[in-house]
């Protein structure tokens, strides 16, 4: 989408995204090894009786799911950060995940108007409609010039 097509109360959805057990184990043992993300018999004995991804992880599903969905095309070049972020319930191999984002804010930056933001509110679920995360991010789009010409970035690879 390009930034014109933003509007505040606009709501927004992406995936669904299945969750895999090698992805999860794969990114914890690179990112957040910790032994519920990264040892299944130990996670099992654990307080959420059974493994479970990194929040890290589940946040960067859910970029990958908004940038295929909505940002890829787009002017979209940056993010000065997070209001807030919330790991509400675990996320587990098994998972299909989606997003339903809600834009808050559309403007242009005052001191440059060439500069799009965008702030909204990014909603993610689980196949059973419970609530896995919820974030608010700021995204910063550049209006000075055209949305790159980029091919699509290859989507990952297809799971049951």
């Known amino acids: 989408m390009k930034f014109a097509e933003f509007h505040a109360g606009q709501v927004l959805e992406a995936g669904p995204y299945a969750v895999t057990e090698e992805e999860v184990l ?19 004995r654990g307080r959420f009786g059974g493994l479970i991804a990194s929040g890290w992880h589940t946040c960067a599903i859910g970029m990958r799911l908004m940038t295929d969905a909505v940002l890829h095309g787009s002017e979209s070049f940056a993010s000065p950060g997070l209001g807030h972020v919330k790991w509400l319930h675990p996320v587990r191999p098994g998972d299909a995940l989606t997003v339903r984002a809600t834009v808050l804010e559309v403007r242009c930056a005052a001191s440059k108007p060439t500069l799009g933001i965008v702030r909204w509110q990014w909603h993610m679920f689980n196949q059973s409609g419970v609530e896995v995360l919820d974030l608010e991010a700021t995204s910063l789009f550049d209006l000075s010039r055209p949305a790159p010409d980029t091919p699509a970035a290859p989507a990952p690879e297809p799971r049951p």
Do not use: K, V
């Open 26 to 44: 794969a990114f914890a043992r690179q990112y957040d090894p910790q032994w519920f993300h990264t040892d299944p018999e130990a996670a099992a």
